[in-house]
């Protein structure tokens, strides 16, 4: 039998990381911190006011109780939990009551006294203060951060705008930050020397299938789904042990929605035979039964990891790992006057939705019929109709590139990219009742509302405009990449520059800029204006600069 990779100790060169925290959703009283250790065991979280002091590395031998009331303090949160493999060595800590506008410092210490088991006891937060902020109940302004597309790995281990985000953030008093899609990359990077997860899969399953054979056909499952699994969080570890990038994550608050690549490049755009043929060899029956069961497990796997590493610090939604096709993946939150709906564009994006249906068919390819409904609930409800500016998270873009580029250059390699796109003719249909949605409820309002988008590897921003509601304020913001490698200059061709919608006789765009060839990322800002209008200025940020120093181009959507 061939040898398989051990993928919870394989040797490839490239850091992993082993203990991290993420600030999660954080309300003015509340907050999810994530944590990832190094080793199993109880570990807890003390939140305070103030930076602990003394001995932080053996805590006076004392338990970490005993420890706060030696030296004075009186911890706001003191929590522990028995951390363990099974959940990659992850855990979220539900922190509350907290106070509005507050920092507050936090530490991951080892809830044992024997140096045995652990010699230092204080894992993250002890030789430098670590802290988060709290947003105000009232803002004047709400900022926050948007990025997306973080591949390091394409550009040779360079960290990209990281770097610059954690300055800007800090600079601007961000109250948190929104992670678009494609916070890692299990795929596309073969071609680097790095690990691609179904390139890997269809040259090692005949080891991998035979490792985990039952016999009369049969295979152990529960076992394959675990090993993949394992590979799957392995992609986060190394895609997240990139300082700069921890530093925002420990820094501020982290909302995230996965996109394609934390699964499989084009998911939801290919169908399942398409998905089988990624595993298949040359003369390889792709229609097997077997293929299709890897292709069920790794979806599960991926699920399971995104929901470790991602979902689990997002504000709470009902998700069955066991059901993943039920999972709800999409939610809304609210920082003050700005009210947020993050869609998810590929837990059920099925392109086949619709096969051998002879009743009307579901126009809902992308989102599914459930998510377009809360949104819509979402949209129509007393307390978004409060909100002074409105922001959906749509990891794809509903606008960006040239429609009919988009639907004559759907073949080969790019056809699952294209048929990701809103604008794919395929598409058309439920981009029309989303947009035909959106526009109705906010028609006189004077409330602007922002799609957020990544996806792209480039930047732009729009204004759509609809025949039946001009005076609605209807915008899209795209940010992509932090740190993948970008699309050439030469794209900014391919990037839509307005007018009439292609598919939609009422809608048409105007384009406020766009960019290309360089790494980016955006800091927005929400609030009122003197005259009581509502105002969303965007900051585009990108190192443009001769010596990489960070350049910015401002749009006001007014």
Partial sequence: MATLLDPTSNEQKHPKLTSAVIIGATTPISSRLWVRVYQPGRWALVVTTQPLTGDLVR?????????????GVRPVFMGSIDITYASNLTAVFEVNPLLPDTRYYYAVIADTTDASVVPRRTEIGGDTPQCFNTPPASPREVVFGFYSC???ISAGGDSGAWPHFAEQLSDAGAHFVIGGGDQAYVDTNGKNGFLDIWSWLKDNKAALLEKYALGGGQYDEAAIEQYLLNIYRWYYRVYWAVPALREVYE??????IWDDHEIMDGWGS????????????????RDSKTNQLLVDLMWRAACRAYYEYEHSHNPVTPVDLNAPDNCQWDYAFRHGDAAFYVLDMRGHHDVEKNKGKKA????NILLGQAQFDRFCAWLRSPDTKTARSLFVVSPVPVLHWVDRLVNYVDLGEAKDDFMDEWGHESNWKERNQLLD???????????????????VHCASAFRLQHRKHPAARVYQ???SAISRKPAPKISLLGISSGGPMDGHTDVSSERLYALTGNKNFSLLRARTKDDGRAEVVVDLHWPGGEEGEVTKRRLVLG
């Fill in 150 to 152: 973080h591949d390091h």
């Fill in 437 to 455: 949605t959106v526009f109705s409820e906010v028609a006189n309002s004077g409330r602007p509302l922002v799609f957020l988008s990544g996806d």
């Fill in 59 to 71: 805590l006076n031998n004392q338990p970490v109780a005993d420890f706060m009331a030696s030296q």
């Fill in 477 to 479: 913001v795209t940010s």
């Fill in 360 to 363: 009307k068919a579901d126009p």
């Fill in 251 to 256: 820094r501020f608050p982290q909302y995230m």
């Fill in 270 to 285: 290919l169908t399942n035979k398409e998905r089988r043929a990624r595993i298949s060899g040359f003369f390889e029956e």
